[in-house]
Structures are given as C-alpha cells and as structure tokens.
C-alpha cells in the first residue's frame, strides 16, 4: 500500500468496513482452483502483491509454476519526509517474496514514481505485455480501488488481458477499507483456499513490511485493524475471463 495525501479520500486511522460485513457476501463465492499455467502479478507498491495475492505466490510458486512479480514503484512516497524509504520497501518487498517461496518467483521492479502511474501508462503497458504468454494468468489490483496508482495499473492490466485474450484476477486493497459489500454483489467474485503452508506464509510475509506497519513515529499505513481483510483463510479475486 501507499498513499498520496492529496488525493487519497480515506483514512487507513479509520476503522473502515467490518470485516463481518465482507464475510457475509463472500462465503459463497466459488472456488478458484490453481493455475496450470504461469501466473504475472502486477503490484502498484510493494506489500500489495502480498497483501492481495500472497498465498496465491506461494501456492503456485509450491506447485512448480512460473511466477513473475512485476513491481510498479518503490513505493517512496508513503512518508514524504521519510529519505531513502524507496530503498527500504525494495529491501522489504525481497524479504517478504523470499518467505513466501525460497525459489520460483521473479521480481522484477519498473521503478515508476510513486504516485505517478499514470503519467507512465505507456510503459507499463509494454512492461506487462512482454511478460506474458498465451498461458499466463494475469493478477492485478481492482481498477476502482481507490487510489491512483492502483486505479491506473489496474486499466492498464484490464486493457492487456482484454487485448491478449487472458484471464485476469483482480484483487482489492483499500476497496475492503472503505467500501460497501452491497456494492459488490454483481462481481463475479472468486475464492482461492489457502491451504496451512500457504497462510501460515502469508502472514509471515507480511510482518517484513515494517515501513508500513510500525513507522517509528509515524502513524501506520496498514494499521492493525485492516490486517483481517487480508489475513483470510482465501483470497478473493474479482475474475473476468477471456
């Protein structure tokens, strides 16, 4: 997660939805089964391609898929007053994927500024476009999550796989935050089951993101109270097919 103070519309310090709330309408979400194939995840910052899809990394990632994390900033922008936090979460970002699987994950990092995904939609477009195959699963944050580097790479990753042809998943971060489940019962939602291993590594990857949970002297990005909607036994993934 990041945020940018001028153009966020909610504050993590809130309590946000129950997670009650978003239980009720996703119980009966089907089961997403794991790919046979290779699988992209595209993370706006560094923490949310763990926090959206870390049991699916290490699942697939066990099960001797290819898995490729495409790391879009650095995130340096959480704390503007904060130098050399960039380095920090790159720092952090390996430390969490090195939990979630020892070997079977690629990172690779496009080092766009935080905050500016936008402006940079070409190249990430081409960033994304030349990692793929004809059997790649494509995951990528919700395009209306509301911030705008996660709006941004999520139309950029809608656009691919609507162009390729390919099945995306798109998880949500700050939607669970500050969104309204009635909102959501038309989504074509889908459960992926974390089995022991893979939750138990999630959670684990997830304490290597210190910068954002325990900011000596800052007030937290993803403060405790936020930490059950991405510490499900599943993930929940919005599915659009080709």
Known sequence: MSLVPS?????????????ARWVRLLE???CLLLPSCNVLVVSPHPDDEVLGAGGLIHSAAQA????????????????????????I?????????????AEGVSLHRLSIPDG???????????????????????????????HPDHDATGEVCREVARLRGL??????????????????????WGRFALDAAAWR???????CFASQMHPLGRAPIVPR????????SDEMFMVSTA
């Open 28 to 30: 009966v979400a089907p």
């Open 116 to 146: 500016q995904v936008d402006r940079h939609r070409a190249a990430l477009f081409e960033a994304i476009d030349r990692r793929l195959s004809t059997a790649t699963l494509l995951v990528a944050p919700y395009e209306h999550d509301g």
């Open 201 to 207: 590594a999630k959670t684990q990857a997830l304490r």
């Open 89 to 101: 979460r790159r720092r952090e970002l390996s430390d969490a994927l090195g939990v979630l699987a």
């Open 225 to 232: 109270h936020v930490l059950p909607y991405f510490t499900r």
């Open 7 to 19: 153009v966020a519309s909610f504050d993590p310090a809130e309590r946000g939805t129950p997670e």
């Open 64 to 87: 001797g898929r290819e898995v490729t994390v495409l790391s879009v900033t650095d995130g340096e922008a959480a704390y503007t007053d904060w130098d050399g936090l960039g380095r």
């Open 167 to 188: 099945t995306l998943w798109r998880f949500p971060i700050w939607t669970w935050h500050h969104g309204d489940p009635a909102q959501f019962a038309t989504k074509r």
